[in-house]
């Protein structure tokens, strides 16, 4: 194949950590003479990388492969993530699947390639065993959008009973210190304004550093050495662990320049029995110190939580401990996720299924909690005077950004503000539930 010649696109599906990965695959592919173009062009190559964590996350993959295919029956279709190492037999047999590829392969893509022709076979397969990935290939988005992922975590060694990851990405292994900051000075060099460190469990940082499972560092030794990097002006913190978050952390993050007052903490439940079921690390009196130490030195962080509904044996007064705990605490959005069964976990063999109907209804009860705390949480930031990092996209004349601590703001579009971080007045929440700033505030600054 002559990959001079070549175009390639890619589509990404789930958390973060997958876009930081598709991102370092793209410029691989592009460093050896690929295009790449838009999903929807017609490429020589499309490549999928997936996501597992749901059952419709599997059905959406199928989605994009037909997609592909229709903007170019001859496209070679590659697929790659977690779905791909979980289930690379089912997925060699959807209809204009060529090449799967598992955790391990994925980043010898290049390799694959080099001799793969479009076939009416069953797709190529090339995946090892989890135990196998046992290395760490560091990652980062850049281009694709105004901030950055940022890989610096990979795997899990725990054992939640509902989760197929520690399956799809191996055990909990890290970058080095140095290979984080390297890499957060490249990104800071492209004039991105925003990093947000990505990983499975990325409090968990620092076990398998230089490939051995003791802690040569610590995810607050990390936070340190960023937070003395020159150029970076925000770095988010995704997802992290309860139990891994520690109050120095939250101390540093509260007098740092650059980390910004942004936390997303998965709680799963507000049932310490369902917790237990779940083999979660904390309860909730752990959870409940952690909001309110955030709260104590960060009065106007934002706290951003998941939350599973329906997991087997959470009866209808299992739930209620849930939503009052939620409703009683000073969070600001919910991600809410619907139980549902994955093969080889613990949780599939329990007792206690609690019906897909009980479970929709339960999701919605808390989507509309999370507006509601959404909205609390916003009304309390209006009239204050906040950093935005506006966006590149033109919506309807609009142009969007965030906060430090994440208040979705628009504004009237403005070419000259992307990738600009500006002062701005909050005014009021908008219909569409952003929020809206004072025009005369924000054209004195433009001005100044």
Same mark, same amino acid.
């Given at each position: 194949?002559? %990959?001079?010649?070549?175009?390639?696109? +890619?589509?990404?599906?789930?958390? $973060?950590?997958? +876009?930081?990965?598709?991102?370092?695959?793209?410029?691989?592919?592009?460093?050896?003479?690929?295009? $790449?173009? %838009?999903?929807?062009?017609?490429?020589?190559?499309?490549?999928?990388?997936?996501?597992?964590?749901?059952?419709?996350?599997?059905?959406?993959?199928?989605?994009?492969?037909?997609?592909?295919?229709?903007?170019?029956?001859?496209?070679?279709?590659?697929?790659?993530?977690?779905?791909?190492?979980?289930?690379?037999?089912?997925? %060699?047999?959807?209809?204009? *699947?060529?090449?799967?590829?598992?955790?391990?392969?994925?980043?010898?893509?290049?390799?694959?390639?080099?001799?793969?022709?479009?076939?009416?076979?069953?797709?190529? &397969?090339?995946?090892?065993?989890?135990?196998?990935?046992?290395?760490? #290939?560091?990652?980062?988005?850049?281009?694709?959008?105004?901030?950055?992922?940022?890989?610096?975590?990979? !795997?899990?060694?725990?054992?939640?009973?509902?989760?197929?990851?520690?399956?799809?990405?191996?055990?909990?292994?890290?970058?080095?210190?140095?290979?984080?900051?390297?890499?957060?000075?490249?990104?800071?060099?492209?004039?991105?304004?925003? #990093?947000?460190?990505?990983?499975?469990?990325? !409090?968990?940082?620092?076990?398998? /550093?230089?490939?051995?499972?003791?802690?040569?560092?610590?995810?607050?030794?990390?936070?340190?050495?960023?937070?003395?990097?020159?150029?970076?002006?925000?770095?988010?913190?995704?997802?992290?662990?309860?139990?891994?978050?520690?109050?120095?952390? #939250?101390?540093?993050?509260?007098?740092?320049?650059? +980390?910004?007052?942004?936390?997303?903490?998965?709680?799963?439940?507000?049932?310490?029995? &369902?917790?237990?079921?779940?083999?979660?690390?904390?309860?909730?009196?752990?959870?409940?110190?952690?909001?309110?130490?955030?709260? /104590?030195? =960060?009065?106007?962080?934002?706290?951003?939580?998941?939350?599973?509904?329906?997991?087997?044996?959470?009866? /209808?007064?299992? +739930? =209620?401990?849930?939503?009052?705990?939620?409703?009683?605490?000073?969070?600001?959005?919910?991600?809410?996720?619907?139980?549902?069964?994955?093969?080889?976990?613990?949780?599939?063999?329990?007792?206690?299924?609690?019906?897909?109907?009980?479970? $929709? $209804?339960?999701?919605?009860?808390?989507? #509309?909690?999370?507006?509601?705390?959404?909205?609390?949480?916003?009304?309390?930031?209006?009239?204050?005077?906040?950093?935005?990092?506006?966006?590149?996209?033109?919506?309807?004349?609009?142009?969007?950004?965030?906060?430090?601590?994440? *208040?979705?703001?628009?504004?009237?579009?403005?070419?000259?503000?992307?990738?600009?971080? /500006?002062?701005?007045?909050?005014?009021?929440?908008?219909?569409? !539930?952003? *929020? %809206?700033?004072?025009?005369?505030?924000?054209?004195?600054?433009?001005?100044?």
């Amino acid at each position: 194949m002559e %990959s001079g010649l070549k175009s390639v696109a +890619f589509h990404t599906l789930g958390c $973060k950590l997958n +876009f930081a990965e598709t991102s370092t695959i793209a410029r691989q592919l592009t460093d050896a003479g690929y295009k $790449k173009v %838009s999903f929807d062009d017609a490429a020589n190559v499309f490549v999928i990388n997936t996501c597992s964590v749901t059952e419709n996350a599997d059905k959406e993959c199928k989605l994009i492969v037909k997609r592909a295919l229709k903007a170019n029956p001859d496209g070679l279709v590659v697929i790659i993530g977690c779905y791909a190492q979980l289930k690379p037999e089912e997925i %060699s047999e959807i209809e204009g *699947v060529d090449l799967v590829l598992g955790a391990k392969e994925k980043f010898n893509i290049l390799s694959y390639l080099n001799d793969l022709e479009k076939s009416e076979n069953l797709a190529e &397969v090339h995946s090892c065993e989890i135990e196998e990935t046992d290395f760490f #290939i560091g990652s980062y988005s850049i281009g694709d959008r105004t901030r950055a992922f940022l890989k610096v975590q990979d !795997g899990c060694d725990y054992k939640c009973t509902y989760c197929t990851i520690p399956l799809a990405r191996g055990i909990s292994r890290s970058d080095t210190v140095e290979n984080v900051i390297k890499n957060a000075s490249e990104i800071a060099s492209q004039d991105i304004k925003e #990093i947000v460190l990505t990983g499975v469990n990325i !409090g968990d940082y620092g076990k398998g /550093e230089f490939g051995n499972k003791r802690h040569e560092h610590t995810f607050l030794d990390l936070v340190k050495e960023l937070n003395m990097v020159d150029g970076i002006e925000r770095i988010r913190i995704s997802s992290i662990e309860p139990n891994l978050l520690k109050d120095e952390t #939250i101390d540093l993050v509260s007098t740092s320049k650059s +980390f910004v007052p942004h936390f997303h903490i998965p709680l799963q439940s507000g049932s310490d029995e &369902v917790l237990k079921k779940m083999k979660r690390r904390y309860l909730t009196k752990l959870y409940r110190n952690r909001v309110s130490k955030i709260r /104590e030195v =960060m009065p106007d962080a934002c706290i951003g939580v998941d939350v599973i509904v329906g997991f087997p044996g959470e009866t /209808e007064e299992e +739930f =209620m401990k849930t939503y009052q705990f939620l409703n009683e605490l000073p969070i600001s959005y919910l991600h809410v996720f619907t139980y549902s069964e994955r093969e080889n976990t613990e949780a599939a063999a329990m007792q206690g299924i609690v019906p897909v109907v009980e479970r $929709k $209804k339960r999701n919605k009860m808390l989507r #509309i909690l999370s507006e509601k705390k959404k909205m609390a949480f916003y009304q309390t930031q209006l009239g204050k005077t906040l950093p935005v990092l506006w966006e590149h996209e033109n919506k309807d004349g609009l142009m969007y950004g965030f906060t430090e601590n994440y *208040v979705r703001v628009h504004k009237p579009f403005d070419a000259l503000s992307i990738n600009k971080i /500006e002062l701005v007045k909050l005014d009021k929440i908008e219909a569409d !539930g952003t *929020v %809206s700033i004072l025009a005369a505030f924000d054209a004195f600054l433009a001005k100044a």
